[in-house]
């Protein structure tokens, strides 16, 4: 039911939203409600999917180095994972 009800969130938004969500999609298979909400701001969304397409790129950053910003960041804002 949640799955069917984004969808129909998707066929809302502009066409500039949908692509983006598009390419989240295709990259993790599915688009993250973080994502849907970054949408009400398009400026938002757009920067941040560029700075997560950019950081994910090899040669960036050392993988461990990655993980290891990741896990600081979530022990930051207090993730429960």
Same mark, same amino acid.
């Given at each position: 039911?949640? =799955?069917?009800?984004?969808?129909? %969130? ?5 066409? =500039?939203?949908?692509?983006?969500? +598009? %390419?989240?999609? +295709?990259?993790?298979?599915?688009? !993250?409600?973080?994502? =849907? ?18 950081? #994910? =790129? +090899?040669?960036? #950053?050392? !993988?461990?180095? *990655?993980?290891? /910003?990741?896990? *600081?960041? /979530?022990?930051?804002?207090?993730? !429960?994972?």
């Amino acid at each position: 039911f949640r =799955r069917v009800l984004f969808r129909s %969130q998707d066929d809302q938004a502009d066409g =500039r939203t949908r692509e983006i969500f +598009e %390419q989240i999609e +295709e990259r993790l298979g599915r688009v !993250p409600q973080s994502s =849907r909400i970054r949408a009400c701001d398009f400026e938002l969304l757009e920067l941040s999917e560029k700075m997560t397409v950019y950081t #994910a =790129r +090899e040669g960036v #950053a050392a !993988p461990k180095l *990655k993980e290891l /910003a990741q896990l *600081k960041v /979530a022990a930051m804002v207090g993730c !429960p994972f």
